[in-house]
């Protein structure tokens, strides 16, 4: 019985985990899209859009952490 316990609190764990990084890869891809439509979409800066806005939103994420 220990052992279904164990593993429903792996799969509950799992799926939070997964639940914050999809919400966090979306938050990411929304500023990062505002960032270059911002820049009238100009061709190579996509990867410095999706880094800046990467830090931004997990550097909020570590600032609301206790």
């Given at each position: 019985m220990a052992t279904t316990s164990k593993t429903a609190a792996s799969s509950?764990?799992?799926r939070k985990s997964k639940g914050k990084t999809e919400i966090?890869?979306?938050q990411i891809a929304a500023l990062a899209?505002?960032?270059a439509e911002a820049r009238g979409f100009a061709?190579?800066?996509e990867m410095?859009?999706?880094l800046e806005a990467e830090r931004e939103v997990n550097g909020s994420a570590?600032?609301?952490k206790p």
């Amino acid at each position: 019985m220990a052992t279904t316990s164990k593993t429903a609190a792996s799969s509950s764990r799992e799926r939070k985990s997964k639940g914050k990084t999809e919400i966090s890869h979306e938050q990411i891809a929304a500023l990062a899209y505002m960032k270059a439509e911002a820049r009238g979409f100009a061709p190579g800066h996509e990867m410095d859009d999706w880094l800046e806005a990467e830090r931004e939103v997990n550097g909020s994420a570590s600032k609301r952490k206790p």
